[in-house]
């Protein structure tokens, strides 16, 4: 394991910084003509600077998770960046007193990151060098190329790029082609359907390595079983928060201020979609721990094509909704379709409740 991480912490951040450098240099135009807002020069360049410490902190959350230290790879991520991001926005506003506006909390985020990073780094070595004075080290030091971590996570990186495209570039075309306006409303809109979504990672953190297990000890039964429990166990928490943000959406935006109101329809849209990913559980999760990621990479390259096409027809007007279904559809798609898939090679359908009164 100490090969295949050191190579993947070399190849991020050879990548990132190629990354981190071109946002850099390609800042003045990102932000004059591609978005045509100059003042975005500054948080791009801050952009860049964080671009190495973002790409590298998900390698150390999961290798955590590779030393079965499940609760400290949640934390780094799901406690310790978000407070410390809260920290530094509350010293950066109340210390200085300067108006530091988007440049402030990117740079509070990415001061976060690196402070969760450097944790995450510490926890690491500490976990080994137990293991190793333990005499119970099993995280091996032999040799594993680039070539080989390439071949293996291959299909996985592929899927993990679809998801990105389908995440981010809805918001870019949004950008570009909409207000800055509708991006903020657009923005808080996002965030606040995905809340939800924090349920779904962590029963995934619990679930995927039980679906791999009771998949190599050939026990369907107990895999279908789990795969049911899990999906119900999501859908019952999600439901109530995803109803109220499709039932009562001006009122939830009114929240952060009166004039994200104007986020509501939008809101509605994403909580429809976050729902349909609730209500189909973690079927994702299901196909990769069963051997079948090219089923699920189908089901992703169909749903961010579909997420390609209707972010161009943000040009159309109608900009912060198209956006919001441009999200939102392609989200349903794709875990209907992974949904199918589970049924057609694993032969269960993960929302038969039934199973629960059995």
């Not at 030091?141 to 291959?154: D, I, P």
Request: aromatic share 10%; net charge positive; charged share 10%.
């Amino acid at each position: 394991m100490r090969a295949v991480f050191l190579r993947a912490v070399s190849g991020a951040l050879f990548s990132s910084l190629l990354l981190a450098t071109a946002i850099f240099f390609a800042a003045p135009y990102l932000a004059s003509t591609v978005f045509d807002e100059p003042a975005l020069l500054m948080p791009l360049r801050i952009v860049a600077l964080g671009v190495p410490v973002l790409a590298l902190l998900p390698i150390f959350a999961e290798s955590l998770k590779g030393l079965k230290k499940i609760f400290a790879s949640q934390m780094l991520q799901g406690v310790v960046l978000p407070f410390f991001a809260l920290l530094w926005l509350l010293l950066l506003a109340t210390s200085t007193g300067a108006d530091w506006g988007a440049s402030g909390a990117i740079m509070a985020y990415g001061l976060a990151a690196l402070m969760a990073l450097l944790l995450g780094w510490g926890l690491w070595h500490w976990q080994l060098s137990r293991q190793d004075k333990n005499g119970r080290d099993k995280t091996g030091s032999g040799h594993f190329s680039m070539r080989q971590l390439l071949r293996s996570a291959g299909p996985l990186g592929g899927i993990s790029i679809l998801h990105l495209l389908m995440q981010w570039v809805p918001l870019l075309a949004l950008g570009a082609f909409g207000s800055s306006t509708e991006v903020g409303l657009f923005g808080v809109a996002v965030r606040t359907a995905t809340l939800t979504s924090l349920l779904l990672v962590a029963v995934n953190s619990i679930a995927a390595p039980k679906f791999a297990a009771l998949w190599a000890k050939g026990d369907h039964e107990a895999l279908q079983r789990l795969a049911v429990k899990s999906t119900a166990l999501i859908t019952l928490l999600a439901a109530p928060l995803l109803l109220c943000f499709v039932v009562f959406p001006s009122f939830i935006l009114g929240l952060f201020g009166a004039d994200f109101k104007e986020g509501a329809i939008a809101l509605s849209i994403l909580a429809a979609g976050q729902f349909v990913n609730a209500a189909t559980g973690s079927v994702g999760f299901l196909l990769m721990m069963t051997g079948h990621e090219r089923q699920l990479w189908k089901s992703v390259a169909l749903a961010a094509v579909l997420s390609l096409l209707m972010s161009g027809l943000i040009l159309s007007g109608a900009s912060l909704v198209m956006a919001a279904l441009a999200v939102a559809v392609p989200l349903a798609m794709q875990n209907i379709l992974s949904s199918f898939y589970v049924m057609r090679y694993l032969h269960f359908f993960p929302c038969n409740y039934t199973l629960l009164f059995r």
